[in-house]
């Protein structure tokens, strides 16, 4: 007999089916008992009313492997599945005979951070974790429905590279067989050196930064989205991150909505059009409003991203801001002037539910220009890390941009978790590299 989902029940009542997976919880009362089981769709309940049947699950606890022949019904009293199997038999297919110290048929974990990811193998089969990560894996599908929607690539690109990205501290050098080599931080060049040949790229992929912070949003191993195209001016790419981020949230809440139910998570609020605002003024609001100084800041502090993200969804109708005109003095090599104000970059930061997601810059491509801040910012045009890149520009570049987006923010935001790495299947930070 062909196995049913337990999604699949309804479909089948009063009809002799067979499901196979995880037994998730045991109540045996004697002359009766009831097995909670689990498949990648759910959990369902099953009712054992034979001695001998309940035999076989003597000495078999949690995780226990079973098949389980019967007949699916409504269940009137059973408001938490709605659903069950009765007239059931069933056959151990593979017994668990150990007793984990984490209970995952709670209705919550409720655990420590650091409980939870120690004991991965085993929290992440709890219903709650595995809607977390179906979340996220929707989160992607979604992104590649948008890209591809908007007639761009998909590339991968090198985490091995000879020339740190963004430089800085926040770089992991290692050593490769007689060179240095680093994990990227970005896939920064790769994906401007495509922009010549594909028009329009993106790619989903691991970055590496060497964050000290042990902070409730930072991760050594990121899961980012990268995104670079040419043939625009700064305002297109800032409606297009605007639209992108409504796109992608609108989708997953109208398609996932069940999954999104479940952990309790509020439907962000987003506006039409991402309200902006410029560095300077979130500086001065953040002042007149709370009293904090920031004024002398050339970078925002984590406190302005969530005051600003309060504010705007207050008196702006929207939990996602974008945030203009950062100094000059603040920006990477590769990113350019305003061309009305050499004081600052045409950067920007888009914030959602209070934390940085993406940054949004348009490129230097003019190729001499480029020579001279790469030099101004102390690094040698001749490195080979750089010659390959800068023959991108050498050959023919027009002016474009892009933005690297922050996945695993995103999903934490969207549901409402309270750290990163509870957005991670197996999280990466200065002090674990297991499990």
């Keep these: ?110 655990l420590e951070m650091d409980t939870m990811i120690d004991n991965r193998v085993v929290t992440l089969r709890h219903p709650k974790q595995q809607a977390i990560f179906k979340i996220s894996a929707l989160v992607e599908k979604s992104i590649r429905s948008f890209f591809d929607a908007h007639d761009f690539t998909q590339i991968t690109t090198p985490k091995l590279i ?38 329009r790229v993106y790619e989903i992929g691991k970055a590496y930064r060497a964050e000290k912070s042990n902070s409730a949003r930072h991760l050594t191993e990121i899961l980012m989205l990268d995104v670079e195209m040419w043939f625009i001016d700064f305002e297109y790419l800032l409606s297009f991150i605007g639209n992108f981020l409504n796109t992608v949230v609108s989708d997953v809440r109208e398609k996932w909505s069940d999954h999104l139910n479940s952990l309790w998570a509020t439907k962000p609020l987003l506006s039409e059009t991402t309200p902006q605002i410029t560095v300077k003024d979130l500086h001065e609001l953040m002042f007149k409003e709370t009293g904090e100084d920031y004024r002398n800041e050339g970078d925002l502090n984590s406190a302005e991203e969530k005051f600003i ?31 009305k104000d050499p004081e600052i ?43 390959d890149y800068l023959d991108s520009f050498k050959y023919g570049m027009p002016m474009e941009g892009g933005f690297g987006f922050g996945i695993a923010r995103l999903v934490q935001k969207m549901i409402g978790l309270n750290n990163i790495k509870e957005a991670e299947l197996f ?3 200065r002090n674990r590299l297991t499990p």
């Design 309 to 339: 993200c309060a504010y705007s969804e207050t008196h702006r109708g929207s939990q996602a801001v974008i945030v203009t005109e950062f100094p000059w003095s603040e920006a990477k090599f590769y990113h350019i002037q305003d061309p």
């Design 1 to 110: 007999m062909t196995r049913t989902l337990i999604s699949q029940i309804d479909q089948h009542y009063w009809n002799k089916i067979v499901l196979q997976w995880f037994l998730h919880d045991f109540r045996n009362l004697g002359k009766i008992a009831f097995l909670i089981l689990r498949d990648r769709s759910g959990l369902c309940q099953i009712i054992l009313d034979q001695a001998d049947e309940i035999a076989k699950l003597d000495g078999c606890y949690t995780g226990t492997v079973i098949e389980v022949e019967g007949i699916p019904t409504e269940a009137a009293g059973n408001k938490k599945f709605g659903k069950e199997v009765q007239y059931a038999t069933l056959n151990v297919l593979e017994a668990c005979h150990h007793v984990h110290g984490i209970d995952i048929s709670k209705e919550d974990l409720a």
């Design 345 to 387: 970059a045409q950067r920007a930061d888009l914030l959602f539910r209070g934390v940085e997601v993406a940054t949004v810059p348009m490129r230097q491509t003019n190729y001499d220009k480029l020579i001279q801040q790469i030099k101004d910012q102390g690094y040698d045009p001749e490195n080979p890390g750089l010659t």
């Design 427 to 429: 999280p990466r930070d």
């Design 162 to 199: 000879g020339f740190p990205t963004e430089g800085g501290a926040e770089v992991f050098s290692l050593d490769y067989f007689e060179k240095k080599a680093y994990l990227a931080q970005s896939p920064q060049f790769y994906k401007q050196m495509m922009v010549p040949v594909f028009e």
